[in-house]
């Protein structure tokens, strides 16, 4: 890890906190609101201690994993924000509700992302055991495995009980917030627990109206992890996105450098990259899957991904600079980008440089209804936008100049666990491709296929497609 691709620990749970609030179609602050409220309900229970730590951080991060299931409830539900969102208000129609007898492959998904999140950003085992399990009940009706008490973690009834209370009391009032609380009881959590919280519910909902104190200045010798994990959970969203803003990073850097700028210009060009989709986490997956025009509504969703993206960052001090550079991704040099419509000189050339990069990267990667154009192809159309005005035609040239120098030494890490084959399939399988696929590109059997996934699992400790995704990318394998 750079030392300047790094972030303080707390700034990474607290930006993957607002990527999993978005991708549930929660407002971006429910994590961090739920966060608080379990802080009390810890502490009510056991005074305070470390307990009340691990708490908040499970609950900062129990949406952590939902990127990487959002293809299966967009199948599931037809709408992976919105399903979701009916799913934890309790809107959910008689439809949606035999749909989710079929989702506990997708919690599997969820709660395997999510613990090896923990690890790796090196939390507690507490907070990576309450994450793999975030979704089990008192009654074993949970998921994934059915544990049921008092097996079940009890950070997890903490958490499931304030992420319900703040849930609900917001869309249907704290008196039926309670109510369907009281019907959960020993049944969803234990119920001298939810007596506990309802005894102070009101109280600590008034709480949360005081403003939470965060520091306005990176702390000094505060742990830092890699910004790259960001990135790579927003990117999980989509199968056919794997690995394209730490792609575009690397890219922006480098055309950075060629084109003269400062490194530390560079540098917050490529933090930009990596977090430019955390707005896309609020735009259902069926929008970004559709091939050719956009509907007007879906068209006024993807022009807000840059907002949610700026208000997310405008939340961590330390992302504010890269923040406001990715609010500008979509900017366009003649005014026709969204969503501020700004041109010319309002766009300095960092934000030249990630335009002309990330439709360089959106060019030559394959697309659901489309196959990746090729290196001329590429060139072609990114130097045609920018004779129309729409582009710097310099930072293009930078772009280009740089993506030639990366294809040329695009060779893997040595010491890689996976053989050549594992590591095409992987590559394969990361962008949504079924055994059957991936067999017919590589001319061999399915049955081949699935037996090098199955060793690639097994290498990489994961029994998921997403785990094995994120881990690889983590790790350089991919």
Not at 64 to 79: I, P, W
Not at 175 to 201: C, F, M, Q, S, V
Not at 369 to 383: G, I, N
């Given at each position: 890890?750079r030392?300047?691709?790094?972030?303080?620990?707390?700034?990474?749970?607290?930006?993957?906190?607002m990527?999993?609030?978005?991708?549930?179609?929660?407002?971006?602050?429910?994590?961090?609101r739920?966060?608080?409220?379990?802080?009390?309900?810890?502490?009510?229970?056991?005074?305070?201690?470390?307990h009340?730590?691990?708490?908040?951080?499970?609950?900062?991060?129990?949406?952590?994993?939902?990127?990487?299931?959002?293809?299966?409830?967009?199948?599931?539900?037809?709408?992976?924000?919105?399903?979701?969102?009916?799913?934890?208000?309790?809107?959910?129609?008689?439809?949606?509700?035999?749909?989710?007898?079929?989702?506990?492959?997708?919690?599997?998904?969820?709660?395997?992302?999510?613990?090896?999140?923990?690890?790796?950003?090196?939390?507690?085992a507490?907070?990576e055991?309450?994450?793999?399990?975030?979704?089990?009940?008192?009654?074993?009706?949970?998921?994934?495995?059915?544990?049921?008490?008092?097996?079940?973690?009890?950070?997890?009834?903490q958490?499931?009980?304030?992420?319900?209370?703040?849930?609900?009391?917001?869309?249907?009032?704290?008196?039926?917030?309670?109510?369907?609380?009281a019907t959960?009881?020993?049944?969803?959590?234990?119920?001298?627990?939810?007596?506990?919280?309802?005894?102070?519910?009101?109280?600590?909902?008034?709480?949360?109206?005081?403003?939470?104190?965060?520091?306005?200045?990176?702390?000094?010798?505060?742990?830092?992890?890699?910004?790259?994990?960001?990135?790579?959970?927003?990117?999980?969203?989509?199968?056919?996105?794997?690995?394209?803003?730490?792609?575009?990073?690397?890219?922006?850097?480098?055309?950075?450098?060629?084109?003269?700028?400062?490194?530390?210009s560079?540098?917050?060009?490529?933090?930009?990259?990596?977090?430019?989709?955390?707005?896309?986490?609020?735009?259902?997956?069926?929008?970004?899957?559709?091939?050719?025009?956009?509907?007007?509504?879906d068209?006024?969703?993807?022009?807000?991904?840059?907002?949610?993206?700026?208000?997310?960052?405008?939340?961590?001090?330390?992302?504010?600079v890269?923040?406001?550079?990715?609010?500008?991704?979509?900017?366009?040099?003649?005014?026709?980008?969204?969503?501020?419509?700004?041109?010319?000189?309002?766009?300095?050339?960092?934000?030249?440089?990630?335009a002309?990069?990330?439709?360089?990267?959106?060019?030559?990667?394959?697309?659901?209804?489309?196959?990746?154009?090729?290196?001329?192809?590429a060139?072609?159309?990114?130097?045609?936008?920018?004779?129309?005005?729409?582009?710097?035609?310099?930072?293009?040239?930078?772009?280009?100049?740089?993506?030639?120098?990366?294809?040329?030494?695009?060779?893997?890490?040595?010491?890689?666990p996976?053989?050549?084959?594992?590591?095409?399939i992987?590559?394969r399988?990361?962008?949504?491709?079924?055994?059957?696929?991936?067999a017919?590109?590589?001319?061999?059997?399915?049955?081949?296929?699935?037996?090098?996934?199955?060793?690639?699992?097994?290498?990489?400790?994961?029994?998921?497609?997403?785990?094995?995704?994120?881990?690889?990318?983590?790790?350089?394998?991919?």
């Amino acid at each position: 890890m750079r030392d300047s691709d790094g972030i303080e620990l707390e700034s990474a749970i607290v930006a993957l906190s607002m990527v999993g609030d978005l991708s549930m179609g929660q407002p971006f602050d429910q994590s961090r609101r739920t966060a608080r409220l379990v802080q009390l309900l810890a502490q009510s229970c056991h005074g305070v201690g470390e307990h009340t730590e691990v708490a908040r951080q499970v609950a900062l991060l129990r949406w952590s994993g939902c990127t990487a299931n959002a293809e299966g409830f967009t199948r599931l539900l037809g709408d992976d924000v919105e399903g979701r969102n009916a799913m934890l208000s309790q809107t959910l129609g008689a439809a949606g509700l035999r749909a989710l007898r079929k989702s506990t492959p997708l919690a599997q998904v969820h709660c395997e992302v999510s613990g090896d999140i923990a690890q790796t950003l090196g939390l507690s085992a507490p907070v990576e055991h309450g994450l793999r399990h975030v979704f089990e009940q008192f009654d074993g009706e949970g998921k994934p495995v059915g544990l049921r008490h008092p097996e079940v973690p009890e950070v997890v009834y903490q958490v499931l009980l304030a992420g319900d209370l703040e849930i609900l009391s917001r869309v249907h009032g704290l008196d039926a917030a309670l109510e369907w609380i009281a019907t959960k009881g020993n049944r969803r959590y234990p119920a001298a627990l939810a007596a506990l919280l309802t005894r102070h519910a009101e109280d600590w909902l008034e709480s949360l109206r005081v403003p939470e104190v965060t520091p306005s200045q990176p702390r000094e010798n505060a742990m830092k992890v890699p910004l790259t994990l960001v990135g790579d959970v927003i990117d999980l969203k989509l199968p056919w996105l794997a690995g394209y803003s730490r792609r575009s990073a690397e890219l922006v850097r480098e055309a950075a450098r060629l084109w003269g700028l400062s490194e530390q210009s560079g540098d917050q060009a490529a933090k930009a990259a990596l977090v430019h989709g955390i707005g896309r986490a609020a735009v259902p997956n069926r929008v970004w899957n559709t091939a050719g025009a956009l509907l007007d509504g879906d068209l006024e969703q993807v022009r807000l991904v840059p907002y949610w993206t700026s208000r997310t960052c405008g939340q961590i001090p330390e992302l504010s600079v890269p923040g406001r550079l990715a609010a500008n991704a979509y900017e366009r040099l003649d005014g026709s980008g969204y969503f501020r419509g700004l041109e010319g000189d309002a766009l300095p050339a960092e934000q030249r440089l990630l335009a002309a990069a990330l439709v360089w990267q959106a060019l030559r990667c394959e697309r659901p209804w489309r196959p990746a154009f090729t290196d001329s192809d590429a060139e072609r159309l990114l130097l045609d936008e920018a004779a129309q005005g729409r582009f710097d035609p310099q930072a293009c040239q930078a772009v280009i100049a740089a993506a030639r120098g990366e294809i040329a030494v695009a060779a893997r890490v040595n010491g890689s666990p996976l053989t050549d084959r594992e590591t095409q399939i992987l590559q394969r399988i990361s962008m949504g491709g079924s055994n059957k696929e991936v067999a017919r590109q590589l001319g061999i059997s399915p049955s081949t296929v699935r037996t090098h996934v199955e060793s690639v699992f097994r290498k990489l400790h994961c029994t998921t497609r997403a785990a094995a995704t994120l881990k690889a990318l983590t790790l350089g394998l991919i």
